[in-house]
């Protein structure tokens, strides 16, 4: 496959729709039954070879170990526990309530207990209709869905290379079912003190200053695709540093700026890969400068933190 494929938002809105409501029942499996890990890394899939992957959890609940992978290379949703045991039940054709019962049975039929204290959708517009009721999300095409996966293993190793350039904290690269998007955040290591008005979800997320970095395949306010930037809380002036390359810019928030380089952009540069890699050090370097960072002191060369060491071993 051609190196960022076309992902107009138009041609599989539906899908997407229905795919984002799949990975969110899932993923509040995830967080019921996963050990809480700071800034909620515990709760986003992983990439695979053939798809996204909850991650070995259970055992500390009574529960076997076990996980739940979308295969979207033959289209079904596998449910395995470490004994070897598994169930699956096909993706074309679900409904978010018939996934929703069939995850369920699945889990069920390996001896997994579950309880999903909120079985609905996160901060979607349909936020109040619980997953059993939901019979009209119901799109899934196979080849848009197994693009969406090629895409995401794609931007996802780009995320690993900008990742090895930076020694200190730093999230995995990670999908979040929540907003849908793969992620990967750069910390400071300063401590924030958020306003008692906040959120919890939001208040553990962004306990510390950080940048983040990211890709999304479009929603209601950006109708496209788009590899992004956001450094919280925002430096004064943000916004006035350039971008790389030309064709990335701000995009005012409510309260913030995100920088924004459209996917379409990127596939249009003669090196679109350099390009994304160059977006994400310009928003880097511009927020980490605005914040105080020490720029030079957290960097990761060739991924690289012994001065001694010129290259990896032989």
């Not at 539906?14 to 984002?20: M, N, Q, W």
Request: glycine share 8%; hydrophobic share 40%.
């Amino acid at each position: 496959m051609e190196l960022f494929p076309p992902v107009p938002l138009a041609e599989w809105r539906d899908t997407k729709e229905t795919l984002h409501r799949f990975t969110q029942v899932v993923g509040k499996v995830r967080l019921a039954a996963s050990v809480r890990r700071n800034h909620w890394w515990n709760v986003p899939f992983h990439l695979t070879g053939r798809g996204i992957t909850t991650r070995p959890m259970g055992q500390v609940d009574g529960n076997p170990v076990f996980t739940v992978d979308f295969d979207f290379v033959d289209h079904r949703l596998v449910v395995a526990t470490a004994d070897g045991r598994t169930e699956s039940f096909p993706l074309v054709g679900q409904s978010v309530a018939s996934f929703y019962r069939q995850t369920l049975e699945a889990l069920a039929a390996l001896g997994v207990r579950v309880e999903i204290r909120v079985p609905r959708p996160y901060r979607l517009p349909d936020s109040d209709r619980p997953f059993d009721q939901d019979f009209e999300h119901a799109a899934y095409d196979p080849v848009q869905a197994n693009r969406f996966w090629q895409v995401l293993g794609q931007v996802g190793l780009v995320l690993e290379e900008f990742a090895a350039r930076f020694s200190g904290k730093v999230s995995p690269v990670h999908l979040f079912w929540h907003s849908f998007d793969i992620a990967h955040t750069r910390f400071s290591g300063h401590a924030l003190d958020q306003p008692p008005q906040v959120d919890p979800v939001t208040r553990e997320a962004y306990s510390r200053e950080l940048i983040s970095f990211g890709f999304w395949f479009g929603d209601a306010d950006l109708g496209e695709p788009a590899f992004y930037s956001y450094t919280a809380p925002e430096p004064a002036h943000l916004a006035e540093d350039r971008l790389s390359p030309a064709s990335a810019g701000w995009v005012a928030l409510e309260n913030s700026h995100l920088a924004v380089l459209r996917y379409d952009a990127a596939r249009a540069e003669a090196d679109p890969r350099a390009a994304v890699l160059a977006f994400y050090e310009s928003a880097y370097q511009a927020g980490a400068a605005r914040a105080g960072w020490d720029v030079g002191g957290l960097a990761c060369p060739g991924g690289i933190t012994d001065p001694h060491l010129p290259g990896p071993p032989a």
